[in-house]
Nanobody, 123 residues
Framework: QVQLVESGGGLGLAGGSLRLSCAASGRTFSSYAMGWFRQAPGKEREFVAAITWSGSSTYYADSVKGRFTISRDNAKNTVYLQMNSLKPEDTAVYYC????????????????WGQGTQVTVSS
């Protein structure tokens, strides 16, 4: 079992930055690849970024590539999402998730989810 709690959301300005954190409980955190997803009102949950258990590989949606950076600190059981050059279209609830099996890009590949944190970007 892994429990995930996101933090760091809030109001940001277009062109600005926010940093999200996802704290995990459970001794097996370091064995999980982790992902960030987001869901805007009226839209499906979509992939944002993922990182392997060791942190050696990362994956990004085209819409955030070059602006967002995913990282992790296994000693702190925490995964981060640094969001730079924010755009109003980044407004969404952001979720972190623990990967179970399959493609990193798909929601069904993850079996543990946090409660989400709201990110709102104003222009």
């Amino acid at each position: 079992q892994v429990q995930l709690v996101e933090s760091g959301g809030g109001l940001g300005l277009a062109g600005g930055s926010l940093r999200l954190s996802c704290a995990a409980s459970g001794r097996t955190f370091s064995s999980y690849a982790m992902g960030w997803f987001r869901q805007a009102p009226g839209k499906e949950r979509e992939f944002v970024a993922a990182i392997t258990w060791s942190g050696s590989s990362t994956y990004y949606a085209d819409s955030v590539k070059g602006r967002f950076t995913i990282s992790r600190d296994n000693a702190k059981n925490t995964v981060y999402l640094q969001m730079n050059s924010l755009k109003p279209e980044d407004t969404a609830v952001y979720y972190c998730a623990a990967h179970y099996s399959g493609s990193y890009y798909y929601v069904p590949s993850y079996d543990y989810w946090g409660q989400g944190t709201q990110v709102t970007v104003s222009s």
